[in-house]
């Protein structure tokens, strides 16, 4: 048995000539964090492909390993043991003691600053990474990843049944921060044969699914194909129901496969409706007129509507439909296969 509880667990993680991480490295530390042996690794090290001189490069250059990732388990200036393998790592910790209590879901996730775990996200995974954008206050997502200065993507679902004010704000906040936006738009002849069948509030009377499944599920599953994680402005508060446990960093195992892994960045997950709105006005950060119309949660047009003072902001969502099934399918495994 392995007796290294006090001993350094680093990883050494490639980084590509044009700033990506090497897709090896993205996958074992998926499979760690699914197995919950993330909190095990102490630190990244990288090793930049383009820098011989990086300290990732050195490690691999003195201990001969032309593969990444690899692991050291003990002082990398000592006499570590060396792991070209993840899950060899993976036993050997499992052999040892228990992980970590004082961690959370990994080395800066739940109790870290949104712009940290933002900043740490588009490091690990590189410029592909995207932002989901809903036109709404998740705009707060844009204004901290540009702060980063580090490249990334944005999307937006155009389901065809938005405001015009959303619509509208896109544009602005394509403008305002000078950057591409994606714009996806469901598959039409899909979505002409689903209407021609069903009409076009079939919503109200069969449910949101099918309708959000064809204007949202398929074109987001489109829009995450081949990346390595993309950003929400998910939050706990939002719905206690089915967002309570959120995580700040999470496999999406909705959108993402074993042989696809994806991660799911959630950095406003600890945030309330409050702190988002003090940071919106903090750093005037533009915002939907919707917003000052009473709609604190907007999605389709005929789907959301305005709330009171005292009433919840997922209470405009759906609102003839229970608790539980205001989601769209975007964050939910049951629904994307639904659609898959
Ligand atoms: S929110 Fe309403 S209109 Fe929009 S995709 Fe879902 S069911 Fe269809």
Sequence with gaps: MLHHRAMTVTMIKKRMADGSTCKKCVEAEDMLRRRGAWDRVDQVVWADESDPESPGMVLAERFGVTLAPFFLIGDPSDDPTVYISALKLHRALLASSPPHAAKDDGPRTANTEPLDIIRTALETH???????????????????????????????????????????FIETVRVHYGIGIQVMAPDSAALEAFVAERGLFSFYDEGHKPCCGIRKVAPL????????????????????????????????????????????????????????????????????????????????????????????????????????????????????????
């Design 126 to 168: 590189g410029p592909r990474t995207a932002i989901a954008f809903s036109g709404a206050e998740d705009v707060a997502v844009i204004d901290l990843a540009s702060k980063t200065g580090l490249p990334f993507e944005v999307f937006v679902l155009d389901t065809g049944r938005l405001h015009p004010e959303t619509l509208r």
């Design 221 to 340: 599953r489109r829009a995450l194909a081949g990346r390595p994680a993309w950003i929400t402005g998910q939050r706990r508060d939002q719905n206690p129901a089915t967002r309570g446990e959120l995580q700040a960093v999470e496999a999406d195992t909705a959108f993402g496969t074993d042989a696809q892994p994806l991660m799911k960045i959630n950095p406003l997950a600890a945030w309330t409706s409050e702190d988002v709105w003090r940071y919106l006005r903090d750093h005037d950060v533009p915002t939907n007129p919707l917003h000052a119309e009473g709609y604190p949660s907007i999605g389709c047009a005929p789907c959301t509507r305005p709330v009171g003072p005292d009433q919840h902001e997922r209470e405009g969502r759906w609102w003839w439909e229970n608790d539980t099934k205001r989601e769209c399918g975007l964050h939910t495994a049951s629904a994307a296969n639904e659609t898959s």
